[in-house]
């Protein structure tokens, strides 16, 4: 990983050395280098040795290190271990605040009722089914098809066809492993079909469908479930993140999509 790591050297005259001593190091691997300050002492003296990192290979090297002086040179090794980079979050949303996603952003969204929206969703029930979760998994706010109950459950859910979401613009490293995580949910009654969907594409340089759940004929109450992507095949690219939620049935059909990282 990217960073640096100081060291003293000391240096001690034998036998009525007196001579000055340049200082140096061989580096390991590419992405290391190493200084001395000061570059050259003349014994007895100290000097303080700089190992610095700039995405070089994790392993663990020798560096040689040396002095010449007086017409002789010695040398030493020391030990680098370079450490894999820990996870770095490139965007988060929790929602609580507008970071700018856009509802039907490409103009093509057919659904009728039930868009996706940011807000605080109430909860709905429909035969003891919890359909619509009240609450998010942190905070107050997520993204939520009509965050609003209605005066039934069937009243502002997804209706018509399909419903888009789209993410601001995120710029993802040229390296790494690269994933997406979300919490999110599809509710529906048992009139679902396959042909009902919660989707999510990642548009850049290419779109590509990155998950997907389809709904069923069977009760499924709106529990948020955690979910990883790997989408290391975007990594360089400025993206946008998409979810995308259809009713294609007669049914009552909810969505939420909460903590995005």
């Given amino acids: 990983q990217n960073g640096s790591v100081t060291t003293s050297s000391h240096h001690t005259a034998v036998n009525g050395f007196k001579s000055s001593v340049a200082l140096s190091c061989t580096n390991p691997s590419t992405g290391v280098s190493c200084s001395f300050n000061p570059a050259s002492v003349t014994p007895t003296a100290s000097s303080t040795l700089t190992i610095s990192t700039s995405n070089a290979t994790a392993?663990?090297?020798?560096?040689?290190?040396?002095?010449?002086?007086?017409?002789?040179?010695?040398?030493?090794?020391?030990?680098?271990?370079?450490?894999?980079?820990?996870a770095v979050t490139v965007f988060f949303d929790n929602f609580e605040a507008a970071t700018g996603w856009v509802t039907n952003a490409n103009g093509t969204d057919t659904a009728t009722t039930g868009q996706w929206e940011r807000g605080d969703p109430e909860a709905t029930t429909s035969g003891g089914v919890a359909l619509q979760n009240g609450t998010a998994v942190s905070g107050t706010n997520d993204l939520v098809t009509a965050r609003l109950a209605g005066a039934s459950a069937g009243v502002n859910d997804v209706d018509g066809g399909t419903t888009s979401i789209t993410s601001p613009a995120i710029a993802l490293p040229g390296t790494g492993t690269l994933t997406l995580s979300f919490s999110f949910y599809l509710a529906h009654l048992n009139n679902a079909t396959s042909a009902d969907f919660f989707r999510v594409f990642v548009v850049g340089n290419t779109t590509s469908q990155v998950f997907q759940v389809l709904g069923a004929a069977a009760n499924r109450p709106g529990t948020f479930a955690a979910q990883s992507v790997n989408i290391s095949a975007f990594a360089g690219q400025t993206i946008r993140i998409r979810f995308e939620a259809a009713d294609a049935a007669t049914d009552q059909k909810r969505n939420e999509v909460t903590d995005l990282v």
């Fill in 59 to 86: 392993g663990t090297f020798a560096l040689n290190v040396q002095g010449t002086g007086g017409a002789q040179t010695h040398s030493t090794t020391v030990n680098l271990t370079v450490n894999p980079p820990g």
